[in-house]
């Protein structure tokens, strides 16, 4: 996987087209990611002795493929390359050539 925690990303399809947000976490063996405040699912928390019951929202996995880099520098989706420098292997924007790590 191209992205990875923290990084800003754009959805590009599904019912939360358009927005922005940062990754909470990777799934790479799903291929998922979990992005905030994209595909916010309803959960039903069962009452317990200790605990009262409630309905909770949270965000649920987005499939890896429906989101793109977000570069804020051009302000615009973006495909993210690689280069080596300096015998490291860096992540760049294939729009800008920018480096993003």
């Known amino acids: 996987m191209r992205i990875k925690k923290d990084d800003t990303v754009l ?7 358009g927005k922005r947000g940062k990754i909470l ?4 063996e799903k291929g998922k990611i979990i992005v905030e ?3 916010i699912q309803t959960k039903h ?5 200790k605990t009262p019951s409630e309905i909770k929202h949270q965000e649920g ?3 890896a493929s429906n ?5 804020s520098k051009a302000k615009a989706p973006t495909r993210i390359g690689y280069r080596v ?3 490291k ?3 760049t924007s294939k729009k800008t050539g920018a480096l993003l790590d």
Do not use: S
């Open 11 to 17: 959805v590009i399809t599904g019912k939360d087209k």
């Open 25 to 28: 976490k990777v799934l790479p």
């Open 37 to 39: 405040g994209i595909n």
């Open 45 to 49: 928390a069962k009452q317990t002795r």
């Open 61 to 63: 996995p987005v499939d």
């Open 67 to 71: 989101v793109m880099y977000y570069d």
């Open 85 to 87: 420098e300096d015998g």
């Open 89 to 91: 292997k860096v992540r």
